[in-house]
Nanobody, 116 residues
Framework: QVQLVESGGGLVQPGGSLNLSCVAS????????MAWYRQAPGKQRELVVG???????NYADSVKGRFTISRDDAENTVYLQMSNLAPEDTAVYFC??????????WGQGTPVTVFS
């Protein structure tokens, strides 16, 4: 089993920046891919960015150039650096992980509110 804990969300003004963290624990060696999703009020959950052992890294068009994913393998942590935030970025942000067997895990989410 894999456990995911997000942190770093909060209230930020438009144009501001925020850095989210996701710490994985449990059977972390089984993780083959991780991603960030978000769900805005009244909308479906959408992929923000995903990464895996492969070469491809995909960002949603709405966040390209503003958000950056990174990782620290030693600490089993992935990060989402967000800049130039806008009100439409307001959402609950979720960390996810996929295992070698295909199991999919979610964190509990961390809310981000962009408001002036």
């Amino acid at each position: 089993q894999v456990q995911l804990v997000e942190s770093g969300g909060g209230l930020v003004q438009p144009g501001g920046s925020l850095n989210l963290s996701c710490v994985a624990s449990g059977d972390t060696l089984d993780i083959v891919a991780m991603a960030w999703y978000r769900q805005a009020p009244g909308k479906q959950r959408e992929l923000v960015v995903g990464t895996s052992s492969g070469d491809k890294l995909n960002y949603a068009d709405s966040v390209k150039g503003r958000f950056t994913i990174s990782r620290d393998d030693a600490e089993n942590t992935v990060y989402l650096q967000m800049s130039n935030l806008a009100p439409e970025d307001t959402a609950v942000y979720f960390c996810s992980a996929r295992s070698r067997s295909g199991a999919f895990y979610w964190g509990q989410g961390t809310p981000v509110t962009v408001f002036s």
